[in-house]
């Protein structure tokens, strides 16, 4: 497909922490490498080239990597390939940084129509590679340092205030900014002065072609689980953050009081975060609950599996103290499971409460208790809510994503030669794109 006359022709993507090609529940990856391999499938399903720019995290990563038509991933040596967490990466800005504009050096001048940086780091970079190309800046935060820091889970570390300095910079520097949610741009608005004229909000959505509902016995059999057992699913990252405690604890509870339930708790995912000081805490605290034969761990798990994880599922539970959004509650509610998630951040739109799912405020475990107990004992709410799921799901495709992303990109196109003053967009017959012209002798 030929893009459109005022959509870039090439996008260079950053994201520096994390590699959209990363397993999602290990390390650092998750939600965010979801949304930028996705995205960025579907821009290049439009006819927009995307290159994305990451940190190699291994000798062996080769320098690009090919990840769908249109879909380029470099993979950038910047700081040792292993021990680093995304703690340490401000410290290897600099390096990415030169490996960013070096490789943009070996191409014409314009190779590049716009920047987008996903997570403050990537602001950074894209900042500074803004003002060397003159192109726009478009900057997705996924999550906020002010946000997380008032939601805490008891004993987690809190954000450095080194980030939120970071995150200010990068807000004003933005030509545009990606919200997930209206929640969250009145956080950008409030915490940190972003200009409500240039925040556009895009909700993630999930890859419907892969997440839709299927045969329960046929997943369960695959995964080697009892048809006869009522699942609740947790799949994220293990970390305070994720509250996966939060479902032991209240999951335990609800045990007691509806005994003849044939509970089982599946756990999908990885240790990340703090979470690695302690990385077999979520079995410890099972046997300590007396729930260890209740309870099934597996690793993280590839998309197609991770879909039949969905299917296999009775409920999904998303607990989590801080959320921008929360992808695995609309992949659960496409594949038909209805989801049972903490009031907080995007959650509140990924779950329409009471007919797809339940929202639970807090993290009080017998709220959470009450409230696994109350669903996984009325079949009929249950069912009913399951039915529903996947007509709501079908609101949040990666689709639309693109849809608001590309109109982000118009405005940002346009905001940027209102800056200039003497510059225009107008097409290039040859790729049949826009481009930022300028007068001032500044290379565009």
Known sequence: MTPQPSSPHRVAVIS?????LAQPGTGDAGGMNVYVLQSAIELARRGVEVEIFTRATSSTDPAAVQAAPGVLVRNIEAGPFEGLDKHDLPTQLCAFAAGVLREEARHPQGYYDLIHSHYWLSGQVGWLARDRWGVPLVHTAHTLAAVKNASLAAGDTPEPA???????????????????????????????????????????GADLRRYRP????????????????????????IQPLKAPDVLLRAAALAMTDAPD??????VVGGPSGTGLDRPDSL???????????????????????LAEVYRASN??????YSESFGLVAIEAQACGTPVIAADV??????????????????????????????????PGRLAAFAAAAPAHAEEFSWEHTADGLLESYRKAGMRRNRAFGTGEFSPRRQRGVWKLRRTSGVKA
């Not at 200010?168 to 956080?187: C, G, K, L, Y």
């Not at 339930?261 to 599946?266: A, F, K, N, Q």
């Open 16 to 20: 520096v922490h994390t590699s959209p």
């Open 162 to 204: 080194a980030r939120q300095i970071g995150e200010q910079q990068v807000v004003a520097e933005s030509d545009r900014m990606i919200a997930n949610t209206v929640d969250e741009a009145r956080a950008l608005e409030r915490i940190y002065g972003a200009d409500p004229g240039k925040v556009d909000v895009v909700a993630p």
């Open 214 to 237: 299927g045969d329960r016995a046929k997943a369960r059999a695959e995964l080697g689980l009892d048809p006869h057992e009522t699942i609740v699913t947790f799949v994220g990252r």
């Open 261 to 266: 339930t044939p509970w089982r708790v599946l």
């Open 283 to 305: 079995i410890e605290l099972a046997a300590d609950l007396g729930i260890a034969d209740r309870v099934t761990f597996l690793p993280p798990q590839p998309p197609d599996r």
């Open 315 to 320: 409920l999904v539970a998303v607990p989590s």
């Open 345 to 378: 951040g995007g959650l509140g739109v990924a779950v329409r409460d009471g007919e797809t799912g339940l929202l639970v405020h807090g993290h009080r475990i017998d709220d959470w208790a009450g409230a696994l107990r109350g669903l996984v004992t009325d």
